[in-house]
């Protein structure tokens, strides 16, 4: 019954494919017609239930790629999708989470990789949004630390942190499939960052320059502050930040409870 | 019979040996456990939550869906530990999957034992059914054969999943499109020996009764006649949508009135038990939901529980 329920074809093909275990002719001797429905169609009812609660259920998590694709598109992937990843979780918050990948090849999709980057900024806000919840830097611990300690100090994102790099302006055609607008950015290349973080449980996604990317990179990654600003500077060329800006960016991840603790040597 | 109009035609005498529904027991039975009557309660919603926060509505208690509370630790979570703070809650699940051939998946039995102690859980319940086979997991809760050797499987089973939660296991009672022609029993002879057998108690949803025996053709109240009275913890009630040549457990809109009478009779032989609403489709506005919830009080007072039996002294009280 299993392979019944979940066969991406009309049920008549999927009897045809089970047929090595109940011959399609033999499905009645199985399962009990009812007086208004035959046994093949009361089958039917759970494998047409399938899709349709697939398909709900990625929409939810990939709203802006639903979208783009529209609702054919995005039932056509959806039906190839589960196919090749199916759930086997007990919960179907983790059954999208190889759609990023699975996009960029799927057949029959338009602008792969965009929709491929889409995808992954989607993915980044469930993953931020089901994080562990990791109390922010406060206050008193930055006061604490003496303006010279600064050059040396480590710090840590919170555990509700993604950092992003894309080929496509895909934050902002979320944005507006979000806000209901009918303007959407086109889907051409355009190199894009952004940062998806949570504070006080929500969900925040920040547009970034390279620049202030690649700093929050080397942030992440552990480089010591003072190190990780030097190489910004020197390293950024003409896009090198100036002073105000790097005020400007710690004071919004600082704010935003983009780190969770900061550690001297 | 089974055309979804008008009342429900006279009952059978019940096969299972049980008084037939709608004659009232002396005293209304308390479930085996003891479990207490949470009253009327309505489903923990992410639509709702803001309401539920900041106006803090009279509702008795909530039904939390278990898997929306697993393997998160953001909002969701955050929520519901305040929810519980003001609330009584129970979980429902739906990925037990207690009927598959598959091993239990000890992981899930954890994490849900975990969030069962975290919210202080009544009880955890899940539906008779299985989900899927071989790891894969279908989101659906598919229908059983209900035949000795399933029922000697699941029994099996949910000894072990009450001996893992530490809390006996409650069971409801599926909606189904489909019947095997392997059964040997029917559901509620299924369900009354694995409740027994299994020590297990059973979450009744009267809307579940409706549907299937609307796609089975069986007497409904038959059903509710071979159902242990004491062994249901708690009602469910909801809305369904007729196709014509089935019906399918939408949860959504009102219940019609052949629902609601189908409580009154389990009602009747069950005694105060926790009633939950269900609506998750086209959810409205909370107070919506509970307002369909609270017409259990209703139904509960019109209960033959409730009225004397004709030439007992309470009738005769009653007509003075």
Redesign the interface.
Known sequence: MLGLVVHPGPVEEALRVAEAEVPAGRVGEVVLPSKTLTAVERVGIYHGMYPLRMTEALQADYPALAHYLGDDGFRDLVGGYVQAFPSRSYTLNRLGEHLPEYVKTAPGVRRPEFCHDLARLELAVSEVFDAPETPPLSEKTITSVSPEAWEHAVLAPVAAFRLLAFRYPVNAYLQTVKDDHHDHPKARLKDTWAAVYRRDYGVYRLDLSRTAHDLLADLANGRPLGAAVTRAVVGGGRRAPREHELFRWFREWVSGGVFRSVTLP | MNEGHGHLPPVAPSRSGSPPAGHARATPMSNRWDLPDLGIGVGLRTVHFGHILSQHPPVDWFEVLS?NF??????PL?VLDQVVERYPVALHGV?LSIGSTDPL?LE?LKELKSLADRTRARWVSDHLCWT?????????L?PMPYTEEALRHTIARVREVSERLERPLVLENPSS??????STLTEWEFLSRLAQEADCGLLLDVNNVYVSAF???FDPREYIAGIPADRVVQYHVAGHTNK???I?DTHSDHALPEVWELYRLAWARTGPTATLYEWDENIPEFEVVHAEARKALAHRDASPARRPEEGTAAAAVATR
């Not at chain 2, 899927?132 to 659906?140: C, E, F, K, P, Q």
């Open positions: 898997e697993l393997k998160t630790g953001g909002r955050h990925s998946d899930y899927g086979v071989l790891g894969r997991n279908t989101h659906d598919l499109y489909v019947e095997f022609a392997a796609n089975h053709g014509g040549t089935h399918l």
